[in-house]
């Protein structure tokens, strides 16, 4: 029997962690094989009673896990929770080359360097987790670009997100429980899941999904 999507509706205001959230169940929503391929490596990671051992350190099975990292990290790249801050310049420098006085206000744009495609190639919109995994089937961190600064969700420097080590972990087990309990489809026009928002990024008309128990 179908769980009414409303009562999984996000309402989301400033949560960082929900709206990331509430993304990737759209993104997995968008792409099943990708939600069956994130589920079968939990489950695979994290079998069921009786056969789960308890003194696993689930933090670090799961900061291990190639997929989930994978998932997580395309859906920080594709809808980073702030889009643009500002810098100011507190001393003369230079940006490439370009000369930068003292007092400048610089726009930083999260969203468009995520996606910049001179960076992260003609896929830079597309949702691949498999970008996030090396060679060797391991997590990498770079997300196959040459500059970790090719990635700026949680930005960079002594004034990069502080909190960003405890907001994945968070994530990675919100989604690996949710995955490895539910199934899910969309339940609502895709044309009608917009982002917007001034300091974090949200669905404007909330994220509806249909879930059903997913079978073992």
């Known amino acids: 029997m179908d769980i009414p999507s409303k009562a999984f509706t996000y309402t989301i205001r400033h949560d960082t962690t929900s709206s990331v959230l509430a993304w990737a169940t759209y993104l997995l929503a968008a792409h099943p094989t990708a ?3 994130l589920r079968s490596e939990i489950r695979h990671a994290l079998p069921r009673y009786p056969h789960f051992d308890p003194s696993q350190d689930i933090s670090s099975t799961l900061e ?10 395309e859906t920080l790249r594709l809808y980073p929770t702030v889009p643009v801050t500002v810098r100011e310049a507190t001393c003369d420098t230079t940006i490439d080359g370009l000369p930068i006085q003292k007092g400048t206000e610089i726009m930083i744009s999260p969203w468009l360097v995520n996606r910049y495609t001179e960076i992260w190639g003609a896929d830079a919109t597309e949702f691949r987790p498999e970008r996030w995994i090396a060679d060797d089937g391991r997590p990498n961190n770079t997300g196959g670009v040459a500059s970790n600064y090719a990635h700026m969700t949680f930005l960079h420097g002594p004034r990069a997100c502080i909190g960003q080590g405890f907001a994945k972990a968070e994530l990675r087990c919100l989604l690996a429980a949710f995955v490895r309990k539910f199934q899910w489809a969309l339940d609502m ?16 008309n909330g994220m509806y999904l249909k879930l059903r128990p997913a079978a073992y």
């Open 35 to 37: 939600q069956k391929t």
């Open 189 to 204: 026009e895709e044309r009608d899941v917009i982002p917007g928002g001034v300091i974090t990024i949200k669905p404007v």
């Open 64 to 73: 291990h896990l190639p997929y989930l990292n994978g998932v997580l990290n």
